[in-house]
């Protein structure tokens, strides 16, 4: 069977203006900044407006450890959105925005896929609304104050070997993460070891998606630590009378983004920072808008469970005072196989048996969501392939779990293919069993977070850090930062540090390699394995089969 793409079904979508969408959640056309005709970005006057309306029912959707053979989180999050929409569910979803990075390296877009997209598809995953633009000009305007400031004269005592404050670039780019400074003679500054992250990394991204407005966002900016002097004293932006230009530059960035799926249906696109290097969740501005406007809201957090659900539930949650009513976790049979052992190019054969190795690794997602209090399903997103013995042995596996399984067409049919995880899911958050809690007290030691997410999230048998690192925490309790939460940078592809142990694995140890205070943003990171926070481009990236056709027309894309 041959199917259009993604892009070819985008194209095809018949879009309504986007003030139409706007108002069925009852957002006025004034209440909106259009970028064109099918996108905008809701005021902050409106949102400061909603303030004492009652919250609907927020809806997580997290998955198991991607893999080649995919998941379909993103797809899933818009499909469930149209499925609450079409069982007549007031309903809007919430996702980040995506990476120029990923987008021309090997992940692809990040506005789902068939039919369960946001549209326009092109705008979204390219330029968008220019929000990503924003916050590497703050970031790197804060990166210029501090070698200005040591420039003339260095008033505040920087010990500029202890800058800390990176520069940033929205692309994967391995040749920046580690450069020399300041070179070219005495009119270029001071010579010194310096470095790029990704802008998903940035703490200035972490800081748009937590604060609540401009003024709580201005107070996070003036709270970066961009280094210390030689008393070891912690360096502010504040102290560097940034935070005020930052926020100007970011001050239509903080506003949400409102598009459309496919079939209409309203979807807040804003923020994005990775799960696997940052916290992995969309802003908490844009959730709690949708959170006053529908009756329900289904969002997306990164990754694997064990990265994205864990930092919604730990960072996001804790911090937003939000609860989610549900959780669904998705799985592909495909996926399933790879995590039993099965190679990307047998999976199209029929394996019951890989398919019930695999689903150690769901089981594992399906256990630690039940750390956090809050009911689960499970959503199987479907692939030609699967076979009815495959996808019953899910069923069956979920079930020994504590979990309901349910089949789900969106990505062919659209919100009829999902239509009954849709009135489960509905069911299920409405049924008020979720009782959400954090995986540990904000009064534990910064180390000891650290070990309670290995051990009860990855099932490792310790964590591995050396001197230098157990120390700094300690620095950092003693000025008072010892309440913050832990955001573990470590790789995607497995409960581990190692990307190549898939399934479940347990006994293994957790280098933690680097520690990192966000004090605006209000976390700890810690960097476990080899992750990096600049990621490089793969052998063959997706940027050579991207281009223009003929037509004018975005080829490659997705």
């Known amino acids: 069977m041959t199917h259009k793409t993604d892009i070819e079904i985008a194209r095809e979508a018949e879009k309504l203006p986007i003030v139409e969408v706007g108002a069925r959640l009852g957002i006025s056309a004034d209440a909106l900044l259009p970028y064109g005709n099918d996108k905008a970005k809701v005021g902050q006057g409106f949102i400061d407006g909603l303030a004492g309306r009652p919250d609907g029912k927020l809806i997580l959707v997290t998955a198991i450890n991607p893999t080649p053979a995919g998941e379909g989180k993103t797809t899933t999050t818009v499909g469930l959105g149209d499925g609450l929409n079409r069982i007549g569910r007031k309903a809007a979803i919430c996702i980040r925005e995506a990476s120029l990075g990923p987008c021309f390296g090997m992940k692809g877009g990040a506005a789902g896929g068939g039919h369960a997209q946001v549209v326009p598809m092109e705008d979204i995953n390219l330029h968008f609304t220019g929000d990503f633009h924003a916050i590497t000009s703050a970031h790197n305007l804060l990166a210029a104050m501090i070698d200005n400031h040591v420039y003339w004269g260095n008033d505040l005592g920087i010990d500029i070997r202890r800058i800390a404050w990176r520069r940033v670039l929205d692309m994967n780019d391995r040749a920046l993460r580690s450069v020399t400074a300041g070179l070219g003679g005495v009119a270029n500054g001071f010579p010194r070891e310096a470095g790029f992250d990704i802008t998903v990394a940035s703490e200035v991204m972490a800081c748009l998606c937590l604060a609540s407005d401009l003024k709580d966002l201005e107070r996070r900016l003036g709270n970066i630590i961009v280094g210390a002097r030689r008393d070891r004293s912690p360096v502010f932006a504040r102290d560097l009378k940034a935070d005020g230009a930052m926020s100007v530059l970011l001050r239509e960035a903080m506003q949400p983004n409102l598009v459309q799926t496919l079939e209409n249906n309203p979807a807040f696109v804003h923020g ?45 949650c804790r911090k937003a005072g939000l609860a989610p009513a549900a959780v669904v976790v998705v799985a592909t049979i495909r996926a399933l196989k790879m995590n039993g052992g099965i190679p990307r190019e047998d999976l199209a054969r029929e394996d019951v048996d890989a398919v019930r190795d695999g689903c150690a690794n769901l089981g594992r997602h399906l256990e630690n969501m039940r750390l956090f209090g809050v009911p689960t399903i499970v959503a199987i997103n479907h692939f030609d392939g699967d076979t009815e013995a495959e996808t019953a042995a899910v069923v069956e596996y979920s079930a020994g779990h504590g979990a309901e399984a349910v089949v789900c067409r969106h990505w062919a049919q659209g919100s009829v293919g999902i239509e009954e995880l849709a009135t489960k899911v509905a069911a299920l958050a409405d049924g008020g069993t979720a009782q959400w809690k954090p995986l540990y007290p904000d009064d534990m030691p910064l180390f000891r977070k650290i070990e309670t997410i290995a051990r009860r999230i990855y099932r490792a048998d310790e964590v591995l850090a050396n001197t230098s690192v157990r120390n700094q925490l300690h620095e950092w309790e003693a000025q008072g930062y010892g309440h913050l939460p832990i955001c573990i940078a470590k790789t995607q592809y497995s409960f581990s540090t190692d990307p190549g142990l898939r399934g479940a694995p347990v006994g293994h140890g957790v280098p933690v390699r680097e520690v990192r205070l966000s004090a605006g943003a209000g976390f700890v990171v810690a960097i476990c394995g080899d992750i990096m926070t600049m990621p490089g481009l793969p052998r063959i990236p997706s940027a050579e089969t991207i281009r223009l056709n003929p037509a004018g027309q975005i080829e490659g894309l997705f």
């Open 272 to 316: 994005g920072p990775f799960a696997n290097i940052a916290h992995g969740c969309n802003s908490v501005i844009a959730t709690r808008t949708a959170l006053k406007l529908a009756d329900y809201v289904v969002t997306e957090a990164g990754f694997g469970a064990d990265l994205g659900a864990e930092k919604f539930m730990d960072i996001k």
